[in-house]
């Protein structure tokens, strides 16, 4: 068994599936760096990312896959779970060798094993865009810290984007430490330093004079909607999972 270790980024997956090709390395275990144990009965190679290499891996994807599961690759690979990257890499191999189309061969365990990954991803993407709420700062700028299963900001940040074009906003991913800010024009990847962050979300908690107002009217119009005798909690949880309660004004 050949071990591949990668740098986590999507471009060094693409890379080790070059990798496979060129060396002809028949059993090959991907392994992101920040997992990566050295051992000295493994064998091991270091794949560096080269952004060449990897679209030539994509343009090949893309004339084998379908668009549907051409996205699901890469929704996959968001979900950061190392079985995630195994999964991905197999598939590939697999479309690759048989040279048709493997994208509906759910009898495939990585195929399958894609998929359902993806299908999460998915998931979490949509209550992310249905959940999020944004508080105003007293600078203007709309903001909201989210701390999601998987790394969804590339696919929510299209939905933001055209829903909220017309003002400036922020969403910081607490957890993987960088956010997404739209300036009005376009969106713009941020990282922030610990240090930075200690720095900036106090200040952005200075609301807008407005905002708590507007922040209980949402509340009584939420109380005054909703039907005692109707209500069903556990229905409910299985609709909004309590983990999101955080990010909703009415459960505050």
Known sequence: MKIYVFD???????C???????MKDSQVEIVSSIYHQPSAFDESSTIFSDEEKAKRVLKGLNKQLNKTFINSLYKAYLSEKPVAFQHIFNAAVYAFTAKT????DYGNFDVMGVSKIAKNVSREKHRMEAFIRFKKAQNGLFYTVIKPDF???????????NRYADQQWLIYDEQRKYGIFYDGIQVHEIELMPQEINSLLPALEVADEKESLF?????DYF???????????KL?????PKRYWK???EKQ
Do not use: A
């Open 151 to 161: 790394n969804v900001l590339p696919l929510i940040q299209h939905h933001f984007k």
């Open 236 to 240: 409910h949880i299985q609709h909004v």
């Open 101 to 104: 189309d493997i994208s509906g």
């Open 215 to 219: 922040d209980q009217l949402w509340k």
């Open 8 to 14: 986590g980024s999507f471009t060094g997956l693409m």
């Open 247 to 249: 990010y909703l004004n």
């Open 223 to 233: 109380k005054s909607t909703n039907i005692t005798e109707r209500k069903n909690m």
């Open 16 to 22: 080790c599936i070059f990798e496979r090709f060129e």
